[in-house]
C-alpha cells in the first residue's frame, strides 16, 4: 500500500525533471502504479482510512511524484452531494495530457494550493485558469477530451505542472504572494 512517505519531496530532484510520453499498450507496472495512485487518492479523502493509514488528503497524483518520469496523472474528486450519506467520487487518468484550450478568466484557491510533495505551509496565489479543456488518452489508448471547470481545472493544471518539472511554489512571487489578487476570482 502507497503511503505519504513514498511520494517524493519537493527537495527531490526528479520532481524537477520533465516527463517523457508514454507509449501504448501500457505496461503492467504503468498499469499498477495508476491503480494504486487511485487508490491512494480515494482512501487519503475519507477521514477514517487517512487517520488508520497516516495519509496526507490530495485529489491528484502524477507519476512522477513516485519517481516514474512518465506523463500521466490520476485526478479523484469528490463528488457528494449535500445530505448523502456516503462519500462519491470521480475519477479521472489521463495519459499524455494536453491544454487545448483556456478561459481568458483567470482564479486562484482562496486557502491556497496544496501538494503532496510539498510538506509545508506556502503563503499565496497561483494564478490558473478557471475553465480549460484537456486531451488525452485513456488507459486503452483511445483520445478523450475533458472540459474542466473551477477545482478540477486548477487540480489538472496543477499536475500538468508536474509533468514539465514545475511546482505550484514556482507560481508565487516570493516577494509579494499576494501579487494580482484583485484581477482573479478566489475560488
Given at each position: 500500500m502507497l503511503k505519504t512517505k513514498d511520494i517524493l519531496d519537493e527537495k527531490d530532484k526528479r520532481?524537477?525533471?520533465?516527463?517523457?510520453?508514454?507509449?501504448?499498450?501500457?505496461?503492467?507496472?504503468?498499469?499498477?502504479?495508476?491503480?494504486t495512485m487511485i487508490k491512494y487518492l480515494h482512501d487519503s479523502q475519507i477521514d477514517e482510512l487517512s487517520e488508520k493509514y497516516d495519509l496526507r488528503p490530495?485529489?491528484?497524483?502524477?507519476?512522477?511524484?513516485?519517481?516514474?518520469?512518465k506523463r500521466y496523472f490520476v485526478v479523484v474528486l469528490e463528488t457528494t452531494e449535500e445530505?448523502?450519506?456516503?462519500?462519491?467520487f470521480e475519477t479521472y487518468i489521463l495519459i499524455n495530457?494536453?491544454?487545448?484550450?483556456?478561459?481568458?478568466e483567470k482564479i486562484y484557491v482562496t486557502d491556497g494550493e496544496g501538494c503532496l510533495s510539498v510538506n509545508r505551509p506556502v503563503e499565496g496565489i497561483v494564478p490558473r485558469y478557471a475553465r480549460v479543456t484537456f486531451e488525452a488518452y485513456?488507459?486503452?489508448?483511445r483520445k478523450i477530451q475533458i472540459r474542466a471547470r473551477e477545482?478540477?481545472?486548477?487540480?489538472f493544471q496543477h499536475e500538468l505542472d508536474h509533468l514539465n518539472g514545475i511546482l505550484f511554489v514556482d507560481h508565487i512571487d516570493p516577494k509579494n504572494p499576494f501579487k494580482n489578487k484583485d484581477s482573479m476570482r478566489a475560488i
Open positions: 520532481l524537477r525533471q520533465i516527463s517523457k510520453e508514454v507509449e501504448f499498450p501500457l505496461t503492467k507496472k504503468d498499469k499498477d502504479l495508476i491503480d490530495g485529489m491528484g497524483m502524477s507519476a512522477i511524484q513516485l519517481g516514474v518520469a445530505g448523502q450519506e456516503e462519500k462519491t495530457p494536453k491544454m487545448i484550450s483556456n478561459s481568458v485513456d488507459e486503452e489508448g477545482e478540477l481545472a486548477v487540480c
